[in-house]
């Protein structure tokens, strides 16, 4: 199972960059970086890392706050 975890862990490592480098194309890219946010928190959890699953919980509202900011203000552009 640690190495399920392990693998885990470098995933979410490496969507974090991911995502990051791919906000600027598009707006959707903020579900990913919440979903990232998710398991990044179920991971810290399996390793005993409380703060870091409140960092990822904390992560995920912003990154759906930050979607639906985006959301709008892309739609708001497309209508001029």
Known sequence: MDKLFQV????????VIVTLYLLPRSYKW???YAANSVLFSGVS???GRYWFALMGAC??????KNY??????TEREGRK
Do not use: D, N
């Open 45 to 47: 959890v399996y390793w």
């Open 8 to 15: 885990l862990e470098f995933i979410t490592s490496t969507l």
């Open 30 to 32: 903020w579900l990913a």
């Open 68 to 73: 639906v900011v985006e959301k709008k203000k």
């Open 59 to 64: 992560l995920c509202i912003t990154a759906i």
